[in-house]
């Protein structure tokens, strides 16, 4: 069975402070897909990122990093400098291959004060 | 490219009654899924259509129902309301190739707010 655990559950920070979310996945599958959803209040997730199991380039987009690590069965998300537009929940999602549902975890929600 | 689409965005309804939800997915994506946001369970998966086909379904009782047609829109009908369906749901597409060995990216329409009496 598939698992994500997003162990903070509020984190709130000053603009332009950096801050990581982090995301711990389970899974027996070798091929899975990780990623990154934003959530603002409007209620949409928004894709972020998405890795497959095989890709254990960092990447950067902007002021959003991703770093994962298949040792530690982690996928964190980093954003830089962060901004009050940058306010909302923000989840981490699991999917093996195939016919299997997405997994999400609870979700982190970050506030950032002006 | 228009985005997924979910109507109505709000409902009112009270126990004992149906509702029907209606999705629109990205055009020419051919899966759509179903998730239901509490504030208590989090993002659950309600079940996914391929090719007018109920190809996975979560843990969720019979209450909850949905279908889709030959375009790709789905809707997703809840019988017998309980005030615990009180919820946000969600639906996504995604292209899906239909195979086994890819898996495409979910993009997520805004949303129904259900709130049952």
């Known amino acids: 069975a598939q698992k994500v655990t997003q162990a903070q559950t509020e984190i709130s920070v000053v603009e332009k402070e950096d801050v990581t979310l982090d995301c711990v996945y389970e899974t027996r599958d070798t091929t899975y897909y990780l990623f990154w959803y934003k959530q603002p209040p409007s209620g949409e997730l928004v894709f972020l990122i998405r890795r497959n199991s095989f890709d254990e380039q960092n990447e950067i987009s902007g002021r959003y990093s991703w770093n994962f690590q298949k040792s530690t069965s982690s996928f964190n998300f980093t954003i830089t400098a962060s901004q009050v537009v940058d306010s909302a929940v923000y989840f981490c999602?699991?999917?093996?291959?195939?016919?299997?549902?997405?997994?999400f975890g609870k979700g982190t929600r970050l506030s950032v004060i002006a | 490219k228009a985005g997924v689409t979910q109507t109505p965005r709000y409902l009112i309804k009270t126990r004992g009654q149906q509702v029907t939800l209606s999705c629109s997915p990205i055009?020419?994506?051919?899966?759509v899924s179903w998730y239901q946001q509490t504030p208590g369970q989090g993002l659950q998966f309600l079940f996914e259509?391929?090719?007018?086909?109920?190809?996975n379904k979560g843990n969720f009782p019979g209450r909850f129902s949905g279908r889709q047609f030959s375009n790709s829109r789905s809707e997703m009908n809840v019988s017998t309301l309980e005030l615990g369906d009180s919820a946000l749901y969600l639906c996504a597409s995604s292209l899906n190739s239909g195979t086994n060995t890819y898996t495409d990216t979910q993009y997520f329409g805004p949303g129904t707010r259900l709130t049952v009496l």
């Open positions: 999602a699991l999917k093996a291959s195939g016919n299997t549902p997405l997994v």
């Open positions: 055009s020419g994506h051919r899966s």
């Open positions: 259509y391929f090719s007018e086909t109920q190809r």
